[in-house]
Antibody, heavy 121, light 111 residues
């Protein structure tokens, strides 16, 4: 069974750093893209970026380029989303999802349960 | 603001059929057969319902179908059931710099 299990909820202060994780299982982790999607409270889905564990090819949405870092550790079949300096506006639910590459497009067939990040002073 | 436009809400009675639209441009929805649809129940992760315009993943009810005409993609749910009440998001290729775009979402209410 394909599963993506994300790390638990986080409460942080503005300016702090954070790294959340997404552990894949039940499939060949290195052969599928892993994407990250933000959902701010009461809002819609926003694609942040995506990484291919096989060669660490990483692509970011222009809206998130330079704001976050996506990485992967194949030895522990885990992908990461990282912030160096959090802002209150980073408060959101963050989902990882397994991506299928179709042309220049990705769709996501399995999703993690989400990690709620709250940034407040 | 989303590049893909969806109605904020739609509603229908049990047993009826409803259609949710997703309107883009010739540069995204209209130009490629790269449209997917996701269902999200409150407090839950999204679930893939349709990919590549009209393909259903294994395990998704055949009551869900997708289509496209020009710059508008559509998700149709037939034989509406109470469990279909959820938010629905379309997604499409939007550009080389932002290959994944989402619509603003549509709240489906089953009356």
């Amino acid at each position: 069974e394909v599963q993506l299990v994300q790390s638990g909820a986080e409460v942080k202060k503005p300016g702090e750093s954070l790294k959340i994780s997404c552990k894949g299982s039940g499939y060949s982790f290195s052969r599928y893209w892993i994407g990250w999607v933000r959902q701010m409270p009461g809002k819609g889905l926003e694609w942040m970026g995506i990484i291919y564990p096989g060669d660490a090819d990483t692509r970011y949405s222009p809206s998130f380029q330079g704001q976050v870092t996506i990485s992967v550790d194949n030895s522990i079949i885990t992908a990461y989303l990282q912030w160096n300096s959090l802002k209150a506006s980073d408060t959101a639910m963050y989902y990882c999802a397994r991506g299928h590459y179709s042309g220049n497009y990705f769709y996501f067939d399995y999703w993690g349960q989400g990690t709620l990040v709250t940034v407040s002073s | 603001q989303s590049a893909l436009t969806q109605p904020a809400s739609v509603s229908g009675s049990p047993g009826q059929s409803i259609t949710i639209s997703c309107t883009g441009t010739s540069g995204d929805v209209g130009g490629y057969n790269f449209v997917s649809w996701y269902q999200q129940h409150p407090g839950k992760a999204p679930k893939l319902m349709i990919y590549d315009v009209s393909n259903r993943p294994s395990g998704v009810s055949p009551r869900f179908s997708g289509s496209k005409s020009g710059n508008t993609a559509s998700l149709t749910i037939s034989g509406l059931q109470a469990e279909d009440e959820a938010d629905y998001y379309c997604s499409s290729y939007t550009s080389s710099s932002t290959p994944v775009g989402f619509g603003g979402g549509t709240k489906l209410t089953v009356l």
